[in-house]
């Protein structure tokens, strides 16, 4: 049994952490959201559409959530810096709002406004980071703070943008 949670924690330290990125020293949060913008441009190479995006955000949400919740049960922590996955969520809710549009010009915003709207958590996001102690509320206040960013993404891009 020993074995079993000691694999299990492994996993997910790895996934939680985005392979490690969430253990780099200075502003883990940072490179995790950095380190998320190859794979936007993966997905975008590989054609996901809105839906598979939509679908692929719920799934890592549900799994980042519970895994979460699992790690922060064991080191009796809640929100420890290193878990990153709730910053690469983020990344791809702030995404979706300007998707399918992976151009640089654009993608440097997104992170920007998403690293901006992070850190400083606007309510509802304070609420969820403060109040809920479970592993989803280590996860739904960056999405709550990605959809703040892509929303005002969204709102240049169609309005000053005209893209």
Known sequence: MKDQKNITFTLSKCFLSFFYVGFIKKAPGTFGSIATLPLIYFLSY?????????ILIALL??????SAEYVQ???????????VMDELIGMLVTWAFI???????????????FRLFDIIKIWPASYFDKKIKHGYGTIVDDIISGMMAGFILWLVKNYYLNL
């Open 61 to 66: 949400t549900i799994i980042a959530s519970f």
């Open 46 to 54: 590989l054609r996901i559409n809105l839906t598979g995006l939509i």
């Open 99 to 113: 998707f399918p549009v992976t151009d640089y010009y654009l993608l440097l915003p997104l992170l920007g406004l």
């Open 73 to 83: 049960k064991l080191t009796k922590t809640h929100d420890p810096q290193w878990i």
